[in-house]
């Protein structure tokens, strides 16, 4: 017999690079990954520019907002402005509005929709699929569209001037039903079928099954919905018209109406509104990542 000529390598020795190893795999691996990193870098550089040009202007005095080039850091730190602009607008009053809403709301929502999630996945009932598409459709229909006839319900229930109108129209929500259902519909079947046949009622399969295995999904449902009411600005400008009752998007409007020229305080009353939502964005924003990913929405 003809010898073969011995070309393999000798133990322990790498091969070769381009000659079956994976080093070239490798490198285009890591330039692809080195190039998505620059480009998100770039992307959240881009996205905070307006943040940090805010937040240098809230710092500023009127007449060096708009100066050429800008001047991120100040050579004068006013920290007076975030004292004075609580004497002129009852800023307060405004913040604890948005606050009570905001948390109402996403508690209203997150228990409607994780609730109704729960009946259009795991339960089963005639036309369950076609009743659950119906529904979903309406985030298709804009507001604009039914928004006059809302208005005339609220005004002859006399709930117009008041926060349960916009607690009323804003607790239920199709996109929460969406969300929950597309995250329960990960759960298996199995689980639940497990849990009747040991006697455990639907409400009970929900409240100590089905709401434990999906904290990812309600901590993203919650999130979204606060900073869906806290920035809402036509549904208290249409139902609110006690100043009283005035949300923080609702007083910082009125207050660049009357001092339109005072950029360095509207700036400053920006900054605090957007305060309370970057502080439950960065502490929640692990639980929102994971459920998002695992919901089906990505």
């Known amino acids: 017999m003809t010898a073969l000529p011995d070309t393999a390598a000798p133990p322990g020795t790498a091969p070769a690079p381009g000659a079956g190893g994976t080093t070239p795999r490798g490198g285009r691996s890591t330039l692809r990954g080195a190039l998505a990193y620059a480009g998100l870098t770039v992307v959240t550089v881009l996205v905070l520019v307006p943040f940090a040009w805010m937040l240098s202007s809230s710092l500023k005095r009127n007449n060096r907002v708009f100066t050429v080039p800008i001047q991120w850091i100040p050579p004068e730190l006013r920290w007076s402005n975030f004292i004075e602009i609580w004497e002129r607008i009852p800023l307060l009053t405004y913040l604890g509005n948005s606050a009570f809403l905001s948390v109402v709301i996403t508690l209203l929502q997150v228990l409607t929709g994780s609730f109704a999630a729960y009946g259009f996945s ?21 507001w604009q569209a039914y928004m006059v006839p809302q208005y005339i319900m609220m005004q002859r229930a006399e709930l117009t001037d008041t926060h349960l109108s916009i607690i009323l129209l804003q607790a239920f929500g199709a ?4 969300l929950m259902r597309q995250y329960y519909m990960s759960i298996p079947d199995d689980l639940c079928e497990a849990a009747r046949i040991d006697g455990l009622s639907e409400y009970g399969i929900y409240r100590r099954i089905m709401l434990p295995l999906s ?18 600005y036509m549904g208290p400008f249409i139902y609110l018209t006690s100043n009283e009752l005035w949300t923080i998007q609702l007083g910082l409007r009125s207050f660049v109406g009357q001092y339109e020229a005072e950029y360095a305080m509207i700036m400053t009353g920006a900054v605090l509104s957007v305060l309370p939502i970057m502080v439950i964005f960065l502490f929640g924003q692990r639980y929102f990542i994971r459920g998002i990913a695992t919901s089906g929405l990505k």
């Open 215 to 232: 904290k990812p999904a309600l901590a993203s449902l919650a999130l979204l919905t606060f900073v869906s009411t806290w920035n809402d």
């Open 122 to 142: 795991k339960v089963r009932f005639p036309g369950r699929d076609a009743l659950f598409l119906a529904y979903i459709a309406t985030i298709a229909v804009p």
């Open 175 to 178: 996109f929460g039903v969406f």
